[in-house]
């Protein structure tokens, strides 16, 4: 039998043992609480969930901010701010506010490249947008096609060059514009009181200018309109003094320049050194302020999809932009606050983004492309689609030939789509 002492001491253990166990299941319930409240706080809430799913869409892009197209490049920034400010206003891209960023590219498809390769690999882009100009464009084309990204865009004028089959015109061009627009250009001063029976043809090197210029020697000859001047100027030339010389000694009927940005301005100021002002006058797609501006540009002709006159402002979305443009171009200190080509295509980009994120109900580039091929879009230019080779425009154009009166650009042709009481003058 135990004693005494015996029975007391086992007891003692029991109850030490008993007590360990006890301290061990505190421990243990503590820890696993522990480990549930630091889960609480890693784990996103219901606010904090949702917070997430609506966080900023970043889109990014670049324009000439800077160089020879940088004039231009300022009215595409301001447009696309407009327009994301107003999509930012509706609620955004399925629920999520877009912030945008626009890097200067300087006006050089070299850094063009560069630096859509950051704004997709080092900034992470959730989409990208197309840049101004041709050779621009291309270089983006290039990156975009690498990624796998849908790029939109406006300005491009080599379609047989956009081979990449998640790019999309929005400037309203068909795929031919090398007979198009020389076609409707020709087609404009035949209705005037004199049409012409000699062409001189110059064009910067410019590579959009330059193929549609060759498009208009074609359909200079083929109605019989004599070429008594063909010649050509590298991009970024600042004297025309010779070129203005050629040209006089020409006596050409019409000019036909193929030009862009502020080139015009310089072309006739170096005609007007030598006395000499052209009959009539076409410059491709000119700086629309600067060149309003010059009294020597009376009567010019320029292309255009956009102006600020019936019956573009007959759409109550062209008519708020054209209010907002003024607003904002005035504290930019634009030389010319008009709504013209360039900020009308651009904002018509954006539109025609918002549809097609919300036609496709995705943000998935593949999604989004395929959407566009099937569909068209009503946009303050008109209605675009993309039904053509490399996604152009197929069997019609949404380009018009304009003139500069009284200071005021105004659509002379088609008629259709005059400006009301315009017709072309001639001196």
Do not use: C
């Not at 060059?161 to 998640?166: D, F, I, L, N, V």
Request: charged share 20%; glycine share 8%.
């Amino acid at each position: 039998m135990q004693s005494i002492r015996e029975q007391q001491s086992i007891r003692e253990q029991q109850s030490i043992r008993k007590q360990q166990s006890i301290r061990k299941l505190t421990m243990a319930r503590s820890m696993m609480l522990g480990v549930v409240a630091v889960l609480s706080m890693l784990l996103p809430g219901p606010d904090v969930a949702q917070a997430q799913s609506q966080q900023a869409l970043r889109i990014g892009g670049s324009l000439a901010l800077t160089g020879p197209l940088g004039q231009t490049g300022l009215v595409h920034k301001i447009a696309a701010e407009i327009a994301v400010e107003q999509i930012n206003a509706r609620g955004g891209l399925l629920g999520r506010q877009i912030e945008l960023t626009l890097r200067d590219d300087q006006s050089r498809p070299d850094v063009t490249r560069t630096l859509y390769e950051q704004l997709l690999t080092v900034d992470k882009m959730d989409l990208v947008m197309g840049p101004y100009g041709t050779g621009a464009i291309l270089s983006a084309m290039g990156v975009a096609q690498r990624y796998n990204k849908v790029l939109l865009h406006n300005t491009f004028g080599l379609p047989a060059q956009a081979r990449y089959e998640m790019q999309f015109s929005v400037g309203g061009q068909a795929f031919d514009i090398q007979n198009v627009w020389p076609a409707t250009v020709f087609d404009a001063v035949a209705s005037s009181a004199t049409p012409p029976k000699t062409v001189a043809i110059v064009t910067s090197k410019f590579p959009s200018v330059h193929f549609v210029s060759a498009g208009a020697r074609e359909q200079a000859k083929k109605r019989g309109i004599k070429e008594v001047l063909y010649l050509e100027w590298d991009f970024g030339n600042r004297d025309f003094g010779p070129i203005a010389a050629r040209i006089k000694e020409a006596k050409a009927d019409f000019v036909w320049a193929g030009s862009l940005g502020i080139e015009p301005n310089m072309l006739i100021d170096a005609m007007k050194k030598i006395d000499y002002t052209p009959p009539l006058q076409f410059y491709m797609f000119p700086s629309p302020g600067p060149l309003a501006k010059l009294p020597d540009a009376k009567n010019a002709l320029a292309l255009t999809v956009f102006e600020e006159h019936a019956p573009f402002l007959n759409n109550a979305v062209a008519a708020n932009f054209v209010k907002t443009f003024h607003e904002r171009g005035a504290k930019a200190n634009l030389a010319d606050t008009s709504v013209e080509l360039m900020a009308s295509v651009q904002f018509a980009t954006w539109q025609v983004l918002e549809a097609a994120v919300n036609g496709a109900k995705s943000l998935d580039d593949k999604t989004i492309a395929a959407w566009l091929k099937k569909n068209k879009v009503n946009t303050i230019i008109g209605e675009v689609r993309w039904d053509g080779q490399n996604n152009f425009m197929q069997g019609t154009d949404l380009y018009r030939v304009k003139q500069l009166q009284n200071g005021k650009w105004n659509v002379v042709w088609p008629r259709e789509m005059a400006a009301p009481g315009a017709r072309l003058l001639t001196p």
